[in-house]
Nanobody
Framework: QVQLVESGGGLVQAGGSLRLSCAAS????????MGWYRQAPGKQRELVAA???????HYADSAKERFIISRELGQNTVSLQMNSLKPEDTAVYYC??????????????WGQGTQVTVSS
């Protein structure tokens, strides 16, 4: 029902910036919330930032004042602008979307993940 294509990521020095983007193609139903999670080696996947269908953002404490999540309303794309990056931001970042069928069944879809590496 949903296909996700992620772009961005890569290697950057501490203090630098990167921008992640995720485009969702929907064949049925509709997308509500969209967001970004990350998973570092040996750690659990954690929320970085999310944005509701109405455009309200939510950030993890680690992302506040450094990252900005944005969404193209009506186009099912979400971006994450990451500034002042730190080595501890190194992780695989995953796009997540909350999808609802026409009968209001909910399902989460995940992107393939994109590596972000911040060198000190």
């Amino acid at each position: 029902q949903v296909q996700l294509v992620e772009s961005g990521g890569g290697l950057v020095q501490a203090g630098g910036s990167l921008r992640l983007s995720c485009a969702a193609s929907v064949s049925s139903g509709r997308i509500d919330g969209m967001g970004w999670y990350r998973q570092a080696p040996g750690k659990q996947r954690e929320l970085v930032a999310a944005i509701t269908g109405g455009g309200w953002p939510h950030y993890a404490d680690s992302a506040k004042e450094r990252f900005i999540i944005s969404r193209e309303l009506g186009q099912n794309t979400v971006s994450l602008q990451m500034n002042s990056l730190k080595p501890e931001d190194t992780a695989v970042y995953y796009c997540n979307v909350v999808w609802f069928s026409r009968t209001w069944s909910r399902r989460d879809f995940w992107g393939q993940g994109t590596q972000v590496t911040v060198s000190s």
